[in-house]
Protein backbone atom coordinates (compact mmCIF):
# COMPACT_ATOMS: atom_id res chain seq x y z
CA UNK A 1 0.00 0.00 0.00
CA UNK A 2 2.71 2.69 0.57
CA UNK A 3 4.28 1.94 -2.74
CA UNK A 4 0.84 2.50 -4.37
CA UNK A 5 0.54 5.56 -2.12
CA UNK A 6 3.84 6.53 -3.10
CA UNK A 7 3.61 6.21 -6.65
CA UNK A 8 0.82 8.82 -6.53
CA UNK A 9 3.00 11.32 -4.79
CA UNK A 10 5.97 10.88 -7.44
CA UNK A 11 4.27 12.64 -10.60
CA UNK A 12 3.67 16.00 -8.48
CA UNK A 13 1.91 17.84 -5.95
CA UNK A 14 2.80 21.25 -4.23
CA UNK A 15 5.99 22.52 -4.86
CA UNK A 16 8.15 20.81 -2.15
CA UNK A 17 9.63 22.98 0.85
CA UNK A 18 12.83 23.84 0.51
CA UNK A 19 13.80 22.94 4.04
CA UNK A 20 12.79 19.15 3.11
CA UNK A 21 16.36 19.61 0.19
CA UNK A 22 18.85 21.81 1.93
CA UNK A 23 21.00 24.72 0.33
CA UNK A 24 24.36 23.80 0.06
CA UNK A 25 26.40 24.21 3.24
CA UNK A 26 23.69 24.17 5.29
CA UNK A 27 23.52 22.29 8.25
CA UNK A 28 21.24 18.91 8.72
CA UNK A 29 18.66 19.23 11.03
CA UNK A 30 19.98 17.62 14.07
CA UNK A 31 23.13 17.45 13.08
CA UNK A 32 25.21 14.10 12.11
CA UNK A 33 24.40 12.32 15.30
CA UNK A 34 20.39 12.79 14.41
CA UNK A 35 21.24 10.90 11.10
CA UNK A 36 23.18 8.26 12.58
CA UNK A 37 20.30 5.87 12.72
CA UNK A 38 19.90 6.04 9.22
CA UNK A 39 23.52 5.93 7.83
CA UNK A 40 23.15 2.29 6.52
CA UNK A 41 20.80 3.74 3.71
CA UNK A 42 23.42 6.72 2.92
CA UNK A 43 26.63 6.54 0.45
CA UNK A 44 30.12 6.20 1.26
CA UNK A 45 33.18 8.78 0.53
CA UNK A 46 36.56 8.00 1.22
CA UNK A 47 35.60 4.72 3.41
CA UNK A 48 33.06 7.20 5.67
CA UNK A 49 29.26 7.59 5.78
CA UNK A 50 28.43 10.35 4.84
CA UNK A 51 25.22 11.98 6.46
CA UNK A 52 23.72 13.99 3.09
CA UNK A 53 23.31 13.18 -0.25
CA UNK A 54 24.42 15.40 -2.48
CA UNK A 55 21.71 16.19 -5.35
CA UNK A 56 23.11 17.78 -8.46
CA UNK A 57 20.63 20.03 -10.38
CA UNK A 58 20.53 22.97 -12.52
CA UNK A 59 19.64 26.80 -10.73
CA UNK A 60 16.20 27.33 -12.61
CA UNK A 61 12.89 27.57 -10.59
CA UNK A 62 11.67 24.51 -12.44
CA UNK A 63 15.05 22.39 -12.00
CA UNK A 64 15.45 23.36 -8.58
CA UNK A 65 11.34 22.29 -7.66
CA UNK A 66 11.95 19.14 -9.78
CA UNK A 67 15.29 18.28 -7.83
CA UNK A 68 13.59 19.17 -4.48
CA UNK A 69 10.67 16.46 -5.16
CA UNK A 70 13.81 13.93 -5.87
CA UNK A 71 14.76 14.87 -2.54
CA UNK A 72 11.55 14.66 -0.49
CA UNK A 73 10.78 11.11 -2.41
CA UNK A 74 14.57 10.28 -1.48
CA UNK A 75 13.92 10.87 2.37
CA UNK A 76 10.57 9.38 2.33
CA UNK A 77 11.78 5.91 0.76
CA UNK A 78 14.64 5.46 2.18
CA UNK A 79 15.51 8.15 4.98
CA UNK A 80 18.26 9.82 3.64
CA UNK A 81 18.95 13.55 3.83
CA UNK A 82 19.60 15.59 1.09
CA UNK A 83 21.00 18.56 -0.12
CA UNK A 84 21.27 20.66 -3.49
CA UNK A 85 24.14 21.52 -4.88
CA UNK A 86 23.83 24.15 -7.89
CA UNK A 87 25.37 23.52 -10.73
CA UNK A 88 25.47 26.03 -13.60
CA UNK A 89 24.90 24.32 -17.41
CA UNK A 90 26.40 25.68 -20.76
CA UNK A 91 22.32 26.06 -21.27
CA UNK A 92 21.80 28.43 -18.94
CA UNK A 93 25.29 30.72 -19.72
CA UNK A 94 24.57 31.02 -23.13
CA UNK A 95 21.32 32.51 -23.91
CA UNK A 96 22.04 34.44 -26.31
CA UNK A 97 21.85 31.96 -29.49
CA UNK A 98 18.75 29.42 -30.07
CA UNK A 99 19.78 25.87 -29.12
CA UNK A 100 19.91 24.65 -32.21
CA UNK A 101 23.16 27.26 -33.01
CA UNK A 102 24.98 25.96 -30.36
CA UNK A 103 27.66 23.54 -30.88
CA UNK A 104 27.21 19.57 -29.58
CA UNK A 105 24.78 18.55 -27.49
CA UNK A 106 23.66 18.24 -23.90
CA UNK A 107 23.38 21.57 -23.26
CA UNK A 108 21.60 21.96 -20.04
CA UNK A 109 23.25 18.08 -19.01
CA UNK A 110 26.93 18.14 -19.81
CA UNK A 111 28.41 19.86 -16.35
CA UNK A 112 26.21 18.36 -13.96
CA UNK A 113 27.22 14.78 -15.95
CA UNK A 114 31.04 16.04 -15.09
CA UNK A 115 30.39 16.71 -11.58
CA UNK A 116 28.65 13.59 -11.10
CA UNK A 117 31.57 11.58 -12.57
CA UNK A 118 33.76 13.96 -11.08
CA UNK A 119 32.31 12.43 -7.70
CA UNK A 120 31.03 16.49 -6.56
CA UNK A 121 27.67 15.24 -5.86
CA UNK A 122 26.19 12.05 -5.52
CA UNK A 123 23.35 12.26 -8.25
CA UNK A 124 21.89 14.32 -10.21
CA UNK A 125 17.92 15.19 -11.33
CA UNK A 126 17.21 15.67 -15.08
CA UNK A 127 13.94 16.79 -16.90
CA UNK A 128 14.15 13.37 -18.90
CA UNK A 129 13.63 15.25 -22.10
CA UNK A 130 16.89 17.27 -21.92
CA UNK A 131 18.92 14.25 -21.26
CA UNK A 132 21.08 13.12 -24.58
CA UNK A 133 20.24 9.15 -25.47
CA UNK A 134 24.36 8.01 -25.01
CA UNK A 135 25.37 7.47 -21.71
CA UNK A 136 28.68 8.59 -20.70
CA UNK A 137 30.92 5.98 -19.50
CA UNK A 138 30.77 5.15 -15.67
CA UNK A 139 27.23 6.60 -15.53
CA UNK A 140 23.83 5.24 -15.12
CA UNK A 141 20.09 6.53 -14.90
CA UNK A 142 19.00 5.21 -11.22
CA UNK A 143 15.47 6.15 -11.75
CA UNK A 144 12.52 7.70 -14.15
CA UNK A 145 9.99 9.20 -12.18
CA UNK A 146 6.56 9.45 -12.60
CA UNK A 147 5.34 11.01 -15.78
CA UNK A 148 3.35 14.09 -15.60
CA UNK A 149 1.34 15.75 -18.08
CA UNK A 150 3.35 15.10 -21.50
CA UNK A 151 1.46 17.86 -23.80
CA UNK A 152 2.22 20.73 -24.78
CA UNK A 153 0.78 24.30 -23.89
CA UNK A 154 0.42 27.45 -26.01
CA UNK A 155 0.28 31.23 -24.41
CA UNK A 156 -0.92 33.48 -26.32
CA UNK A 157 -2.04 36.79 -26.22
CA UNK A 158 -5.99 37.72 -26.31
CA UNK A 159 -6.07 39.50 -29.31
CA UNK A 160 -3.70 36.72 -30.88
CA UNK A 161 -6.06 34.41 -31.13
CA UNK A 162 -7.47 33.17 -33.96
CA UNK A 163 -9.05 30.80 -36.68
CA UNK A 164 -5.72 29.27 -38.11
CA UNK A 165 -4.11 25.56 -37.88
CA UNK A 166 -2.79 26.35 -34.28
CA UNK A 167 -5.82 28.58 -32.74
CA UNK A 168 -3.81 32.17 -33.51
CA UNK A 169 -4.47 34.93 -36.22
CA UNK A 170 -2.44 35.19 -39.12
CA UNK A 171 0.68 36.62 -38.77
CA UNK A 172 1.34 35.83 -34.98
CA UNK A 173 4.56 35.47 -33.87
CA UNK A 174 5.31 32.29 -31.87
CA UNK A 175 8.16 32.54 -29.25
CA UNK A 176 10.45 29.13 -29.29
CA UNK A 177 13.79 28.17 -29.86
CA UNK A 178 12.67 24.77 -30.38
CA UNK A 179 12.96 22.92 -33.97
CA UNK A 180 10.57 20.62 -32.64
CA UNK A 181 8.11 23.33 -31.95
CA UNK A 182 8.57 25.18 -34.87
CA UNK A 183 8.25 22.85 -37.21
CA UNK A 184 4.81 21.11 -35.82
CA UNK A 185 3.74 25.03 -35.35
CA UNK A 186 4.68 25.88 -38.97
CA UNK A 187 2.89 22.44 -40.35
CA UNK A 188 -0.38 23.64 -38.76
CA UNK A 189 -0.21 27.32 -39.69
CA UNK A 190 1.94 28.26 -41.84
CA UNK A 191 1.22 31.67 -41.68
CA UNK A 192 3.20 31.92 -38.49
CA UNK A 193 6.55 34.17 -37.55
CA UNK A 194 8.87 32.16 -35.70
CA UNK A 195 10.65 34.06 -33.17
CA UNK A 196 14.21 32.34 -31.18
CA UNK A 197 12.89 32.85 -27.47
CA UNK A 198 14.94 31.76 -24.79
CA UNK A 199 14.84 31.53 -20.67
CA UNK A 200 13.07 30.04 -17.67
CA UNK A 201 9.51 29.58 -17.94
CA UNK A 202 8.39 32.60 -15.75
CA UNK A 203 10.75 34.77 -18.16
CA UNK A 204 9.07 33.35 -20.76
CA UNK A 205 5.66 33.81 -19.90
CA UNK A 206 6.51 37.35 -19.08
CA UNK A 207 7.51 37.75 -22.57
CA UNK A 208 3.98 37.75 -23.84
CA UNK A 209 2.50 39.27 -20.97
CA UNK A 210 4.73 42.10 -22.36
CA UNK A 211 3.66 41.89 -26.12
CA UNK A 212 7.37 40.68 -26.89
CA UNK A 213 5.99 38.00 -28.88
CA UNK A 214 2.00 36.66 -29.72
CA UNK A 215 2.83 33.13 -28.13
CA UNK A 216 4.74 30.74 -26.77
CA UNK A 217 4.78 27.00 -26.55
CA UNK A 218 5.89 25.08 -23.39
CA UNK A 219 5.67 21.60 -21.73
CA UNK A 220 2.68 21.31 -19.69
CA UNK A 221 4.30 19.58 -17.02
CA UNK A 222 6.63 22.53 -15.91
CA UNK A 223 3.87 25.10 -15.89
CA UNK A 224 1.79 22.69 -13.85
CA UNK A 225 4.66 22.19 -11.54
CA UNK A 226 5.39 25.70 -10.68
CA UNK A 227 1.71 26.76 -10.35
CA UNK A 228 2.49 29.63 -12.97
CA UNK A 229 -0.32 32.50 -12.61
CA UNK A 230 -1.55 32.30 -16.42
CA UNK A 231 -4.39 34.89 -16.07
CA UNK A 232 -5.42 36.99 -18.79
CA UNK A 233 -3.69 34.54 -21.18
CA UNK A 234 -5.25 32.09 -23.57
CA UNK A 235 -3.60 28.76 -22.95
CA UNK A 236 -4.40 25.43 -24.76
CA UNK A 237 -3.09 22.27 -23.90
CA UNK A 238 -2.57 20.14 -27.50
CA UNK A 239 -3.58 16.73 -27.23
CA UNK A 240 -0.70 14.84 -28.23
CA UNK A 241 -1.72 13.43 -31.37
CA UNK A 242 -2.11 16.40 -32.79
CA UNK A 243 1.17 18.29 -31.33
CA UNK A 244 3.63 16.14 -29.94
CA UNK A 245 6.21 16.55 -27.27
CA UNK A 246 9.42 15.76 -27.04
CA UNK A 247 10.89 12.28 -26.32
CA UNK A 248 10.71 11.82 -22.49
CA UNK A 249 8.51 15.31 -21.64
CA UNK A 250 6.98 14.84 -18.42
CA UNK A 251 9.30 12.65 -17.06
CA UNK A 252 12.11 13.11 -14.33
CA UNK A 253 15.23 11.02 -14.63
CA UNK A 254 17.81 10.35 -11.83
CA UNK A 255 21.53 10.13 -12.92
CA UNK A 256 24.24 8.32 -10.79
CA UNK A 257 27.40 6.73 -10.97
CA UNK A 258 27.31 2.98 -12.68
CA UNK A 259 29.25 1.89 -9.37
CA UNK A 260 27.67 3.46 -6.65
CA UNK A 261 25.47 0.74 -5.42
CA UNK A 262 24.73 2.66 -2.60
CA UNK A 263 23.13 5.63 -4.21
CA UNK A 264 21.25 3.08 -6.99
CA UNK A 265 20.14 1.26 -3.86
CA UNK A 266 18.50 4.68 -2.21
CA UNK A 267 17.08 5.95 -5.44
CA UNK A 268 15.83 2.57 -6.80
CA UNK A 269 12.31 3.05 -5.29
CA UNK A 270 11.48 6.13 -6.92
CA UNK A 271 11.94 3.70 -10.17
CA UNK A 272 8.72 3.49 -12.41
CA UNK A 273 9.30 0.46 -14.84
CA UNK A 274 5.96 1.14 -16.72
CA UNK A 275 6.99 5.11 -17.28
CA UNK A 276 10.78 4.15 -18.47
CA UNK A 277 9.37 1.50 -20.92
CA UNK A 278 7.41 4.18 -22.56
CA UNK A 279 9.88 6.94 -22.56
CA UNK A 280 12.60 4.63 -23.61
CA UNK A 281 10.89 3.99 -26.75
CA UNK A 282 10.39 6.92 -27.33
CA UNK A 283 13.95 7.90 -27.02
CA UNK A 284 15.01 5.02 -29.35
CA UNK A 285 13.61 6.81 -32.09
CA UNK A 286 15.49 9.73 -30.97
CA UNK A 287 18.57 7.76 -31.16
CA UNK A 288 17.90 6.04 -34.21
CA UNK A 289 18.01 9.50 -35.85
CA UNK A 290 21.33 10.40 -34.38
CA UNK A 291 19.80 13.28 -32.57
CA UNK A 292 19.46 15.54 -29.90
CA UNK A 293 18.24 19.07 -29.08
CA UNK A 294 18.95 19.85 -32.57
CA UNK A 295 16.86 17.14 -34.27
CA UNK A 296 13.10 18.44 -34.98
CA UNK A 297 10.95 15.07 -33.89
CA UNK A 298 7.97 14.42 -31.50
CA UNK A 299 7.06 11.28 -29.55
CA UNK A 300 4.85 9.71 -27.64
CA UNK A 301 4.43 5.90 -26.34
CA UNK A 302 2.17 4.38 -24.50
CA UNK A 303 1.21 0.89 -23.76
CA UNK A 304 -1.96 -0.62 -24.79
CA UNK A 305 -2.94 -4.47 -23.89
CA UNK A 306 0.24 -6.89 -24.69
CA UNK A 307 1.81 -3.77 -27.77
CA UNK A 308 3.50 -0.29 -27.49
CA UNK A 309 1.61 2.51 -29.32
CA UNK A 310 4.01 4.81 -31.10
CA UNK A 311 3.18 8.32 -32.42
CA UNK A 312 5.76 10.10 -33.79
CA UNK A 313 6.79 13.13 -35.91
CA UNK A 314 9.31 14.54 -37.67
CA UNK A 315 9.72 18.12 -39.43
CA UNK A 316 11.64 19.27 -42.58
CA UNK A 317 12.60 23.11 -42.16
CA UNK A 318 13.50 25.53 -43.99
CA UNK A 319 16.98 27.16 -42.79
CA UNK A 320 15.42 30.66 -41.95
CA UNK A 321 12.30 28.76 -39.95
CA UNK A 322 9.93 29.72 -41.98
CA UNK A 323 8.33 26.83 -44.08
CA UNK A 324 8.01 23.37 -42.73
CA UNK A 325 6.23 19.76 -43.36
CA UNK A 326 5.91 17.15 -41.30
CA UNK A 327 6.22 13.36 -41.59
CA UNK A 328 3.90 11.83 -39.29
CA UNK A 329 3.59 7.88 -38.64
CA UNK A 330 1.78 5.76 -36.02
CA UNK A 331 3.00 2.32 -35.43
CA UNK A 332 3.12 -0.38 -32.67
CA UNK A 333 5.31 -2.74 -31.81
CA UNK A 334 5.55 -6.14 -29.21
CA UNK A 335 8.23 -4.31 -26.60
CA UNK A 336 10.01 -0.94 -27.20
CA UNK A 337 12.37 -1.50 -29.42
CA UNK A 338 10.01 -3.45 -31.95
CA UNK A 339 8.19 0.08 -31.78
CA UNK A 340 10.76 2.17 -32.24
CA UNK A 341 12.08 0.11 -35.03
CA UNK A 342 8.74 0.39 -36.73
CA UNK A 343 8.76 4.33 -36.42
CA UNK A 344 12.32 4.77 -37.72
CA UNK A 345 11.49 2.25 -40.44
CA UNK A 346 8.31 4.55 -41.36
CA UNK A 347 10.01 7.84 -41.02
CA UNK A 348 13.08 6.68 -43.61
CA UNK A 349 10.28 5.34 -46.02
CA UNK A 350 11.60 2.33 -45.65
CA UNK A 351 8.78 1.26 -44.07
CA UNK A 352 6.03 2.23 -46.48
Known amino acids: MRRAAGAARRSGGPPVPASRARAVAR ?13 QHLPCRGGEVSPVLRIGTRGSDLALWQSRRVAALVREFSGAESELVIVRTSGDTDRSRALHELPGSGFFTRELQAALAAGTVDLVVHSLK ?56 LALQPDLAIRPLRGNLPTRVQRVREGAVGAILLASAGVDRLGLDLQGLAATRFEVERFLPAPGQGALAVEVRADDTEVARVVGPLHEPGVAEVTACERAVLKGLGGGCH ?32 RRVRVSGADPEAAARAALAALSGSGR
Request: glycine content about 14%; hydrophobic content about 45%.
Open 27 to 39: PARGGVAALAGRA
Open 295 to 326: LPLGAFANRSGERIELLAALADLDEAVTRSSL
Open 130 to 185: DLPTDEPAGLAVGAVLLRQDPRELMLARPEAVGNGGLGLAPGTVVGTSSLRRAGQA
